[in-house]
């Protein structure tokens, strides 16, 4: 397997990893580096020193490290970020909106002549009309403006936070796309069905749920089903639950009813007529 330098680059702390191919540059952590995008070269933060990695795919490569210019630049947006803030919340309450403003992007040079332009990121309950609004605010901010509404989930991926788990959450740091998540994934679990404990910071299904899901599925095809009399090392009993992660199932013993937790190999059927044969 073909092996790549590869370095990971951060635009916010703690916020989103972006992989890049260092090329000749090898910038330490906590360097400020270059970085393409769409709108053009951006400053951002090293937080993963370049090493060698198998399978790297096809990286984009990093411009450079980051000048006085570079860096003077990049504290002029994040000013005229600042002012936009202020400018769309003061004129939010104003108008009377029910919004929430999520996030700025902004722009000093878009090309083709068009000036700077700012871009606010918002939550609502509903559809606004905010044409009013994008008037006062580009009288304000002397810029072109653009507003972009944002779902619960994508409004959480670009705010970040701390997930129930402890770590940051999954959206804002490594999915890249929302996979589809049901409540019959909670209920393959066996979890409580409570919405505060199966719900994330966006107030929707825990994208984790799809993680472990597939290893419920696959241990419920072949394990013994709840109420399946079965013989175990023990004695024989009756399966009356299942530990998914041990990879085990609780059977109560006819003997006395106490409960044990057998791997599910010494009681499925197929595999112990495999080891009475060969063994």
């Given at each position: 397997?073909?092996?790549?330098?590869?370095?990971a680059?951060?635009?916010?702390?703690?916020?989103?990893?972006?992989?890049?191919?260092?090329?000749?540059?090898?910038?330490?952590?906590?360097?400020?580096?270059?970085?393409?995008?769409?709108?053009?070269?951006?400053?951002a933060?090293?937080?993963?020193?370049?090493?060698?990695?198998d399978d790297?795919?096809?990286?984009?490569?990093?411009?450079?490290i980051?000048?006085d210019?570079?860096?003077?630049?990049?504290?002029?947006?994040?000013?005229r970020?600042?002012?936009?803030k202020?400018?769309?919340?003061k004129?939010i309450?104003?108008?009377?909106?029910?919004?929430?403003v999520?996030a700025?992007?902004?722009?000093?040079?878009?090309?083709?002549?068009?000036?700077?332009?700012?871009?606010?990121?918002?939550?609502?309950p509903?559809?606004?009309?905010?044409r009013?609004?994008?008037?006062?605010?580009?009288?304000?901010?002397?810029c072109?403006?653009?507003?972009?509404?944002?779902?619960?989930?994508?409004?959480?991926r670009?705010?970040g936070?701390i997930?129930?788990?402890?770590?940051?959450?999954?959206?804002?740091?490594?999915l890249?796309d929302f996979?589809?998540?049901?409540?019959?994934?909670a209920?393959d679990?066996?979890?409580?069905?409570?919405?505060?404990?199966?719900?994330?910071?966006?107030?929707r299904?825990?994208c984790?749920?799809?993680?472990?899901?597939?290893?419920?599925?696959s241990?419920?095809?072949a394990?013994?089903?709840?109420g399946t009399?079965?013989?175990?090392?023990?004695?024989?009993?009756?399966?009356?639950?299942?530990?998914?992660p041990?990879?085990?199932?609780?059977?109560?013993?006819?003997a006395?009813?106490?409960?044990?937790?057998?791997s599910?190999?010494?009681?499925?059927g197929?595999r112990?007529?495999h080891?009475?044969?060969?063994?």
């Amino acid at each position: 397997m073909p092996m790549a330098m590869l370095c990971a680059v951060s635009f916010n702390r703690y916020g989103r990893l972006y992989y890049f191919d260092p090329g000749e540059f090898r910038p330490n952590v906590g360097d400020k580096v270059l970085v393409p995008t769409d709108d053009g070269p951006e400053v951002a933060e090293c937080v993963w020193a370049p090493q060698w990695v198998d399978d790297a795919g096809d990286p984009p490569r990093l411009l450079g490290i980051a000048a006085d210019e570079d860096l003077k630049r990049d504290e002029l947006l994040r000013k005229r970020k600042a002012e936009a803030k202020v400018a769309a919340k003061k004129l939010i309450r104003e108008h009377d909106l029910p919004m929430k403003v999520v996030a700025i992007d902004h722009v000093l040079d878009t090309g083709a002549g068009q000036g700077p332009r700012t871009t606010i990121y918002f939550t609502a309950p509903h559809r606004v009309d905010f044409r009013s609004l994008v008037r006062d605010l580009g009288a304000t901010l002397h810029c072109r403006v653009e507003l972009r509404q944002l779902s619960a989930r994508d409004s959480a991926r670009v705010q970040g936070g701390i997930g129930s788990c402890g770590r940051d959450l999954c959206c804002a740091t490594f999915l890249t796309d929302f996979e589809p998540v049901t409540i019959r994934m909670a209920k393959d679990q066996d979890l409580p069905l409570n919405p505060l404990r199966i719900s994330g910071a966006c107030g929707r299904l825990m994208c984790c749920l799809k993680y472990e899901h597939p290893l419920y599925q696959s241990f419920q095809a072949a394990a013994p089903a709840v109420g399946t009399r079965v013989s175990t090392p023990e004695g024989d009993g009756r399966v009356v639950g299942h530990s998914v992660p041990r990879d085990a199932v609780i059977v109560r013993m006819d003997a006395d009813g106490s409960r044990c937790a057998c791997s599910r190999a010494s009681v499925c059927g197929p595999r112990k007529a495999h080891d009475e044969k060969y063994n």
